[in-house]
């Protein structure tokens, strides 16, 4: 209720709606702004008081990430779209099993991502009601994303196959479902003429699920 004079606030004397006990309308109002920052990720600083008002600055707090920022990162630009890894891969649906390169270094490193999704034929027969993808696609995979690096310097890549010519200490440490994005990066270890092999680690949500080192091959296509 009102005051008995019926005119609001007393702000000369902090006393509020004819309450007994003093109210600081500055310090309210700083408690106000300060929650307001804190749930938008911005820090409140409180600087000085000037007679009765209260000046104030709000900042970027370097302990909080933005919602913005990690938007933005979330969807940087990929290094290679679809489009782009069909032009350098021979595979098509439903073996293709690479949507996106995310970071590459010519002649070292690739890291790519699979989006693995319930639509997968796979999943049809591995298993009824209980999906998981197949280890071996998991290692062909990463083949497929060693293969952009390769490919993509090859001369007549049109004319030619890359072949596995051997699989080395592959091991499986998590199942991967319907759902998950499939993070696989291959590095370079060596490669003479037509021959390499290359190390693989494969990670949904930073975990490891598999890991393997791939031989391969590159040989002229057949009917070139």
């Excluded at 609001?8 to 307001?36: H, I, M, Q, W």
């Excluded at 679809?82 to 996106?100: G, K, Q």
């Excluded at 790519?112 to 993808?133: C, D, R, S, W, Y």
């Excluded at 049109?158 to 080395?168: D, P, Q, R």
Aim: with cysteine; aromatic share 8%; glycine share 8%.
């Amino acid at each position: 209720m009102l005051s008995a004079a019926g005119d609001g606030p007393d702000k000369n004397t902090g006393r509020e709606f004819g309450t007994s006990y003093p109210f600081d309308y500055n310090a309210f109002t700083a408690l106000a702004v300060s929650c307001l920052c804190a749930a938008r990720g911005l820090e409140f600083r409180r600087a000085k008081l000037i007679g009765i008002s209260v000046e104030w600055c709000i900042v970027d707090n370097p302990t909080m990430t933005s919602e913005t920022e990690k938007t933005s990162r979330e969807t940087a630009k990929p290094v290679y779209g679809i489009a782009e890894i069909m032009s350098f891969l021979p595979h098509r649906y439903p073996f293709l099993l690479v949507d996106r390169i995310l970071e590459l270094e010519p002649d070292k490193r690739i890291v790519g991502l699979k989006n693995v999704t319930i639509n997968e034929q796979f999943f049809q027969g591995h298993f009824p009601g209980a999906p998981v993808m197949p280890g071996v696609l998991i290692i062909e995979s990463m083949a497929q994303v060693a293969g952009v690096l390769i490919y993509r310097d090859l001369p007549d890549k049109e004319k030619k196959l890359i072949y596995f010519t051997g699989i080395e200490n592959a091991k499986f440490r998590r199942p991967v479902l319907p759902g998950d994005q499939l993070h696989v990066e291959m590095q370079l270890l060596n490669r003479r003429n037509n021959f390499g092999k290359m190390q693989g680690r494969a990670t949904v949500d930073g975990k490891l699920v598999a890991e393997a080192v791939v031989l391969f091959a590159i040989v002229e296509r057949p009917g070139s």
